[in-house]
T-cell receptor
Framework: EDQVTQSPEALRLQEGESSSLNCSYT??????LFWYRQDPGKGPEFLFT???AGEEKEKERLKATLTKKESFLHITAPKPEDSATYLC?????????????FGSGTQLTVLP | EPEVTQTPSHQVTQMGQEVILRCVPI?????FYWYRQILGQKVEFLVS????????KSEIFDDQFSVERPDGSNFTLKIRSTKLEDSAMYFC????????????FGSGTRLTVV
């Protein structure tokens, strides 16, 4: 069974204080690892897809990296508008539907 | 930017009643999904739909649930006889054939069963 564990559950940062979120995963064969941002009462908003160990992707203050067992979302000099829940999800090689298995998320609060 | 549209945003229903949640996926997407998120819990896969039929479904998606694409634009989730434990946010999602851009999720329908 595919499993995704995210840590920490919650993180409070001062504006400008860089940090990293962790996503550990177990999957029979990884097709892709996805990062999403979710604001309260909203649907997940796509950020990145990573496919193979060693891959990195960046978008503004966010950088996602992938190893064979985990992924990190690095947040550099965050701003209050980066406050949200960040979700990690894996997509297995097996199955035609390519459904996502999500972690519980990290709730990030950036204080001004 | 294209988006997935869900209606209604919030629905309150009595236990035992039927509800239909509606979604308009992005027009050039071919795969459609329903996920749900019970308050404080993970986003969970319910069902996937491709080429006018269910391609996969989870254990949650029992006989009380059904999906339909009644026309070329709408995608619906029906819960036949709602239970208290069906209270959750229900998200519709769609994707292109190549999933490199991931899924696009709608803003969700908050279903409250009383």
């Amino acid at each position: 069974e595919d499993q995704v564990t995210q840590s920490p559950e919650a993180l409070r940062l001062q504006e400008g204080e860089s940090s990293s979120l962790n996503c550990s995963y177990t999957v029979s064969g990884l097709r892709g690892l996805f990062w999403y941002r979710q604001d309260p009462g909203k649907g997940p908003e796509f950020l990145f897809t990573l496919y193979s160990a060693g891959e990195e992707k960046e978008k503004e203050r966010l950088k996602a990296t992938l190893t064979k067992k985990e992924s990190f979302l690095h947040i550099t000099a965050p701003k209050p508008e980066d406050s949200a829940t960040y979700l990690c999800a894996v997509q297995a090689l097996s199955g035609s539907a390519r459904q996502l298995t999500f972690g519980s998320g990290t709730q990030l609060t950036v204080l001004p | 930017e294209p988006e997935v549209t869900q209606t209604p945003s919030h629905q309150v229903t009595q236990m035992g009643q039927e509800v239909i949640l509606r979604c308009v996926p992005i027009s050039n997407h071919l795969y459609f999904y329903w996920y749900r998120q019970i308050l404080g819990q993970k986003v969970e896969f319910l069902v996937s739909f491709y080429n006018n039929e269910i391609s996969e479904k989870s254990e949650i998606f029992d006989d009380q649930f059904s999906v339909e694409r009644p026309d070329g634009s709408n995608f619906t989730l029906k819960i036949r006889s709602t239970k208290l434990e069906d209270s959750a946010m229900y998200f519709c999602a769609s994707r292109r054939v190549d999933s490199g851009y991931g899924y696009t999720f709608g803003s969700g329908t908050r279903l409250t069963v009383v």
